[in-house]
């Protein structure tokens, strides 16, 4: 193996490879490779008589290094004292002549000498895929740890069976813990490599399965990160397993930092936060206090299963539309749609035109409808605005800093987060605009007398609405962003207290929230997709 570069080497020997057909088969398993042109023609010694010359590896290369006066280069760098390794990858000749467009079959051990990985190296941790008691599971391949560790709630989805043992792990700079049991002889399948191991049943918070050095051993593996995988030794069943691919490249992966790195940047002064990232599963219920409970049935109008059928009221802040001096309506021509679409054309449409959102127009403007498909299949009726936000003079009311607000939650143990119920449709357009939000169909035109989605300005007068409605409760213990307002208290009595106060002001300005997309009294909620906790 002196032949080989040094990570070649080192690999081979961590699974002890002590023979040349055992490093063939692993080398083998790894790529499959063919090589045209890189061992260079000039090597092959010329022949004399009509007969082949014998390689005459010492003697013939120092020839003709003294007539050159240089020294002799692989792959354009110089090489010395190396004659005995070169020596070595170089194959006896074939007799007769070869196919000059056929390229030379190369060895396995030579490819791993020469082999650069195309694939970009990850720096995140390896998973893979393993198959656990006839269950897909996914691993961390962990050559730190030294068992094979299964979360609590894995061995139980796993049907795994657990003997008690009396062990005890422990992290690094942690208290040992005791091991809640071990299930031996668990079958379990890699790649095509299939075997028995013992995994020991511990509390996981970030992973369901780690593949330590017991595993490693025992399928006899080797990591190789710059290949994106590892690669199973095993005589009988050996194979390559691709590791896992983070979905964005592995670029959202975050950078480790050590305990120490941490220490000198808070003795710096260094700008430090701490963060938990979680996996927030939707569906999952929520306990609400009792006294909550009570609040929220006292005010179930403020919270309907769906919005009455009947206009919002004009308020002091409706959806204005003002255009550049001298400004043309802009009007287009409708979209050309797929019988499908026009179908669920028509049947928005109705039930648009049947709780009176909007009303036949015959304005000069137009802009056109176009569908966009969500996460269940089902289409949303979307109007392109573009060509009216052209010419619409910008509204810059301002949208408040998420930094702000959250600087505000800091210090309460309770929040409740309210988010409205198709919230621009609570809001009327301004008297007079309602011919400008004219969108043209093959069924016709019609005009919105709320505010749709796309206008440029949509969402500075929203924010404009809620500030105004819960303005004597700002930064004293309600924020508000855009259709998010958040209650937050230092303690329930207090929470209470001011829940009532939201919900009657609500109330009075007739704006209705979705209990579904809401939380409660909570200790920590989800605001701005960051999770936000008590102090």
């Given at each position: ?33 063919k090589m045209g042109g890189a061992i260079s ?43 005995k390794k070169l020596s070595a990858l170089v ?445």
């Amino acid at each position: 193996m002196s032949g080989l570069q040094g990570w070649a080497q080192t690999e081979l020997r961590r699974q002890g490879v002590r023979d040349l057909p055992a490093a063939m088969a692993a080398a083998d398993c790894l790529v499959d490779y063919k090589m045209g042109g890189a061992i260079s023609t000039t090597q092959r010694p010329r022949s004399e008589g009509g007969k082949k010359a014998k390689f005459e590896g010492k003697t013939s290369q120092k020839s003709g290094w003294k007539k050159q006066g240089k020294k002799p280069a692989v792959g354009g760098k110089p090489v010395e004292k190396t004659t005995k390794k070169l020596s070595a990858l170089v194959t006896a000749e074939d007799k007769g002549d070869s196919d000059p467009e056929t390229p030379p079959r190369v060895n396995p051990l030579q490819l791993l000498n020469v082999i650069h990985g195309e694939t970009p190296v990850q720096k995140s941790l390896m998973h893979i895929h393993a198959i656990v008691n006839g269950v897909q599971v996914k691993a961390l391949v962990d050559s730190g740890a030294t068992h094979n560790f299964v979360a609590t709630k894995e061995a139980a989805r796993l049907g795994l069976r657990l003997e008690e043992d009396t062990s005890r792990i422990k992290a690094v700079n942690s208290k040992a813990q005791k091991i809640q049991g071990v299930a031996k002889n668990v079958p379990m399948k890699i790649g095509d490599w299939e075997g028995m191991c013992s995994l020991l049943c511990v509390p996981l918070d970030d992973f369901d399965l780690i593949l330590g050095v017991d595993f490693l051993l025992r399928a006899k593996v080797a990591l190789i990160p710059h290949l994106g995988g590892l690669m199973v030794l095993e005589e009988k069943q050996p194979c390559f397993v691709q590791a896992l691919r983070a979905k964005d490249g592995g670029k959202g992966q975050p950078e480790m930092l050590s305990a120490i790195q941490l220490k000198k940047g808070l003795k710096r002064g260094q700008e430090t936060y701490v963060a938990a990232l979680i996996e927030i599963k939707e569906g999952q219920t929520m306990e609400v206090p009792d006294s909550v409970v009570k609040i929220l049935k006292e005010f179930s109008d403020v919270m309907p299963a769906e919005l009455p059928k009947e206009l919002p009221p004009q308020r002091p802040i409706d959806h204005k539309i003002e255009l550049l001096p001298g400004t043309k309506a802009p009007a287009q021509a409708p979209y050309r749609m797929s019988p499908a679409e026009l179908l669920e054309l028509r049947k928005q449409l109705k039930e648009l035109l049947d709780v009176g959102l909007i009303q036949p127009s015959r304005a000069p403007y137009g802009a056109p409808v176009l569908f966009q498909k969500k996460h269940n299949g089902s289409l949303r009726m979307c109007v392109d605005y573009r060509a009216l936000n052209k010419v619409t003079i910008k509204n810059k009311y301002p949208i408040p800093l998420a930094a702000e607000l959250f600087d505000r939650l800091s210090k309460a143990s309770y929040f409740t987060k309210l988010d409205l119920r198709s919230g621009y449709w609570q809001v009327r357009v301004a008297a007079g605009d309602e011919g400008k939000t004219t969108c043209v169909t093959q069924y016709g035109s019609y005009e919105f007398l709320v505010m749709p989605f796309g206008l440029t300005n949509a969402p500075a007068t929203f924010c404009n609405l809620m500030n105004d409605v819960l303005f004597d409760y700002l930064d004293a213990f309600v924020v508000v962003y855009l259709d998010d307002i958040v209650v937050y208290s230092k303690t329930l009595t207090e929470h209470e207290k001011h829940l009532r106060l939201v919900f009657q002001r609500l109330r009075e300005n007739r704006l209705y929230v979705k209990p579904e997309k809401c939380e409660f009294a909570q200790e920590e909620i989800t605001f701005l997709d960051i999770r936000s906790m008590q102090a």
